[in-house]
């Protein structure tokens, strides 16, 4: 029996923006952690959360797991700032639940608790070693396997964030995701989204356990992380060669750097092969 097609989200959409920052009836509304109500928490929080949130435990600690090992070799994982991260304890998680009652997603928690971290985010003062990435981990559900039921959450996700987006979409970023200026954008933020899922095989590093994953940044922090110069080439090698070791299949050719006027989009959700070719953006913007 084939699973049933994951859900789809047909209440989003501009003209109920307003409304929908307001969770529906039954959704979970936050973690008690340390006397407070979110769903956005600390990497030092992960071992804190009650039993009711058992996969959020699963979901982090499997995440951190990946970093044990020092990047460069088989079984590092490919990112080195991201290893400086999880070290230095900077890591944030979002946990967004799934509830069964309507079977979809709260993409209200995704939407709430990233406009806090963005919120929290000094663009102006961003430093690669005090850096703090947000991961979005949702919550596993068994009838989500392929990649094509991966991708319609994340364009979900993307879409609902646009509906309900405070802010205007920045002046300086274009609207058409095939411009080299155009990159993703919530609460006035210019974002880097990179997505993983368990359907990826071959390329490892875009596989990050049982569930979608969000690892959410802002986007200035790679031009400062790798900028247009010897040094920030050289970082830049670095990382794919580590790529290269840790996936079974060699780094995408849709990598590429803003600075450079490269596409953000073909990036953030990259095919599990290099043979198939990238995904199309079906975003509306208002």
């Given at each position: 029996?084939?699973?049933?097609?994951?859900?789809?989200?047909?209440?989003?959409g501009?003209d109920?923006?307003?409304?929908?920052l307001?969770p529906p009836?039954?959704?979970?509304?936050?973690?008690?952690?340390?006397?407070r109500?979110?769903?956005?928490?600390?990497?030092?929080e992960?071992?804190?959360?009650p039993?009711?949130?058992?996969?959020?435990h699963?979901?982090?600690?499997?995440?951190?797991?990946?970093?044990?090992?020092?990047?460069?070799?088989?079984?590092?994982?490919?990112?080195?700032?991201?290893?400086?991260?999880?070290?230095?304890?900077?890591?944030?998680?979002?946990?967004?639940?799934?509830?069964?009652?309507?079977?979809?997603?709260?993409f209200h928690?995704?939407?709430?608790?990233?406009r806090?971290?963005?919120?929290?985010?000094?663009?102006?003062?961003?430093?690669?070693?005090?850096?703090r990435?947000?991961?979005?981990?949702?919550?596993?559900v068994?009838?989500?396997?392929?990649a094509?039921?991966?991708?319609?959450?994340?364009?979900?996700?993307m879409?609902?964030?646009?509906?309900?987006?405070?802010?205007?979409?920045?002046t300086?970023?274009?609207?058409?995701?095939?411009?080299?200026?155009?990159?993703?954008?919530?609460?006035?933020?210019?974002?880097?989204?990179?997505?993983?899922?368990p359907?990826?095989?071959?390329r490892?590093?875009?596989?990050?356990?049982?569930?979608?994953?969000?690892?959410?940044?802002?986007?200035?922090?790679?031009?400062?992380a790798?900028?247009?110069?010897?040094?920030?080439?050289?970082?830049?090698?670095?990382?794919?060669n580590?790529?290269?070791?840790?996936?079974?299949?060699?780094h995408?050719?849709?990598?590429?750097?803003?600075?450079?006027?490269?596409?953000?989009?073909?990036?953030?959700?990259?095919?599990?092969?290099?043979d198939?070719?990238p995904l199309?953006c079906?975003?509306?913007?208002?």
């Open positions: 029996m084939l699973p049933p097609d994951p859900p789809t989200y047909e209440d989003s501009p109920r923006a307003g409304a929908l307001v009836q039954n959704f979970t509304l936050g973690l008690i952690i340390n006397g109500e979110q769903m956005l928490i600390e990497q030092a992960c071992t804190n959360l039993a009711s949130f058992n996969w959020g699963a979901a982090t600690s499997h995440v951190l797991s990946k970093f044990k090992n020092d990047p460069g070799t088989r079984d590092g994982f490919p990112c080195i700032f991201g290893h400086n991260s999880v070290r230095s304890g900077n890591v944030r998680f979002l946990l967004v639940p799934y509830n069964v009652d309507i079977s979809k997603y709260d928690v995704l939407a709430n608790d990233l806090s971290y963005i919120d929290q985010v000094d663009v102006k003062s961003l430093h690669v070693s005090r850096h990435p947000l991961l979005v981990l949702f919550e596993p068994a009838i989500f396997t392929t094509d039921q991966f991708q319609q959450v994340f364009i979900e996700a879409q609902f964030l646009l509906d309900v987006d405070q802010e205007a979409w920045p300086n970023v274009s609207k058409d995701p095939d411009h080299h200026t155009w990159t993703m954008c919530f609460q006035g933020c210019e974002l880097f989204v990179n997505v993983s899922h359907a990826h095989v071959n490892r590093s875009r596989n990050l356990g049982d569930g979608l994953a969000f690892v959410i940044n802002p986007r200035k922090i790679f031009d400062i790798a900028p247009d110069d010897a040094k920030g080439r050289r970082v830049t090698k670095t990382i794919r580590n790529i290269d070791l840790y996936d079974d299949v060699p995408s050719a849709l990598l590429g750097s803003y600075l450079l006027r490269e596409a953000q989009w073909p990036q953030y959700m990259i095919p599990d092969n290099n198939s070719p199309k079906p975003l509306r913007f208002k």
